[in-house]
């Protein structure tokens, strides 16, 4: 079991940015994969991006070229750098992670809330 721990959120004007984290409690073998959801209220959870250990990155349109997802294999963590935050980018944002590229099995952190106001 890879329990997730998430950090970073909290409230930013439209145009800033915030960077979130995400790292397994405990000392586990390089996760394969790290990413991120997020969820608004009322709409269903979102793929938002993700990065192998290998470096490879995908991102939905949505965020693309605002949004960076780097990792830190020593560490066994991932990071979300996300700039020109927008109002539609409110959301709890949920970290997951695959341990072996070939697993069904996906875990979740607890979620942190990021929200764009001004």
Same mark, same amino acid.
């Not at 079991?1 to 915030?18: A, I, R, T």
């Given at each position: 079991?890879? &329990? +997730?721990?998430? #950090?970073?959120?909290? =409230?930013?004007?439209?145009?800033?940015?915030?960077?979130? #984290? *995400?790292?397994?409690?405990? !000392?586990?073998?390089? +996760?394969? +994969?790290?990413?991120?959801?997020?969820?608004?209220?009322?709409?269903?959870?979102? @793929?938002?991006? #993700? *990065? !192998?250990?290998?470096?490879?990155?995908?991102?939905?349109?949505?965020?693309?070229?605002?949004?960076?997802? !780097?990792?830190? /294999?020593?560490? /066994?963590?991932?990071? =979300? &750098?996300?700039?020109? =935050? &927008?109002?539609?980018?409110?959301?709890?944002? @949920? *970290? /997951?992670?695959?341990?072996?590229?070939?697993?069904?099995?996906?875990?979740?952190?607890?979620? !942190?809330?990021?929200?764009? #106001?001004?």
């Amino acid at each position: 079991q890879v &329990q +997730l721990v998430e #950090s970073g959120g909290g =409230l930013v004007q439209p145009g800033g940015s915030l960077r979130l #984290s *995400c790292a397994p409690s405990g !000392t586990i073998p390089t +996760l394969y +994969l790290m990413g991120w959801y997020r969820q608004a209220p009322g709409k269903q959870r979102e @793929f938002v991006a #993700s *990065c !192998t250990s290998g470096g490879t990155a995908d991102y939905s349109d949505s965020v693309e070229g605002r949004f960076t997802i !780097t990792r830190d /294999n020593r560490k /066994n963590t991932a990071y =979300l &750098q996300m700039d020109d =935050l &927008q109002p539609e980018d409110t959301a709890v944002y @949920f *970290c /997951n992670a695959k341990i072996h590229k070939s697993d069904s099995t996906r875990y979740w952190g607890q979620g !942190t809330q990021v929200t764009v #106001s001004s």
